[in-house]
T-cell receptor, first 112, second 109 residues
Framework: DSGVTQTPKHLITATGQRVTLRCSPR?????VYWYQQSLDQGLQFLIQ???????AKGNILERFSAQQFPDLHSELNLSSLELGDSALYFC???????????FGSGTQLSVL | ELKVEQNPLFLSMQEGKNYTIYCNYS?????LYWYRQDPGKSLESLFV?????AVKQEGRLMASLDTKARLSTLHITAAVHDLSATYFC?????????FGTGTRLKVLA
């Protein structure tokens, strides 16, 4: 167990809908990362937060947004969902920048 | 366009053998990470390489970084079946991270 908790583990929804994925980092970790993994696009970095502030941004679509709350948990919001958004979404945390990451078990999103 | 290329993409090797996985990237960076992913599982962080010439070892795995050559290697010594997994490198661009394609390693008994 990495100590990083992601909910839900599985999510099935329809095109056009909006979903929220939640991540609770390890206790004491200030940095949270979001990644997307799919068969056709591989592993993609989406966004990183450090102590509530956005620190780095990758291939995150405008339909997607994220934030890190004062208690350091993070949410990834996906809206106007398309079939191509079906993927495994991972969250990871680290105690500080450039430190070893600890990954959650992921949320498997299926858009039908 | 930034590219992070790993080779080989697939590797089947006998137990006890040595092999190296290569990670080439096309832009300047002095930070690189290696991860392991077992089938159907999440990712596990293996190494954090933060400077040119950095070398880290854990068990049968050793990673190195040559920022001038824009190359990182993951060397496997005396492979065992438990090392079977997919290995990813990721380049840290300070404002983003780019992952390699992954190397699927299968160690045969």
């Amino acid at each position: 167990d990495s100590g990083v908790t992601q909910t839900p583990k599985h999510l099935i929804t329809a095109t056009g809908q909006r979903v929220t994925l939640r991540c609770s980092p390890r206790s004491g970790d200030l940095s949270v990362y979001w990644y997307q993994q799919s068969l056709d696009q591989g592993l993609q970095f989406l966004i990183q937060y450090y102590n509530g502030e956005e620190r780095a941004k990758g291939n995150i679509l405008e339909r997607f947004s994220a934030q890190q709350f004062p208690d350091l948990h993070s949410e990834l919001n996906l809206s106007s969902l398309e079939l191509g958004d079906s993927a495994l979404y991972f969250c990871a945390s680290s105690v500080d920048l450039n430190e070893k990451l600890f990954f959650g078990s992921g949320t498997q999103l299926s858009v039908l | 366009e930034l590219k992070v290329e790993q080779n080989p993409l697939f590797l089947s090797m006998q137990e006890g053998k040595n092999y190296t996985i290569y990670c080439n990237y096309s832009t300047t960076s002095d930070r690189l990470y290696w991860y392991r992913q077992d089938p159907g599982k999440s990712l596990e962080s293996l190494f954090v390489l933060l400077s040119n010439g950095a070398v880290k070892q854990e068990g049968r795995l050793m990673a190195s970084l040559d920022t001038k050559a824009r190359l990182s290697t993951l060397h496997i010594t005396a492979a065992v079946h438990d090392l079977s997994a997919t290995y990813f490198c990721a380049v840290d661009l300070y404002t983003s991270y780019i992952f390699g394609t992954g190397t699927r390693l299968k160690v045969l008994a």
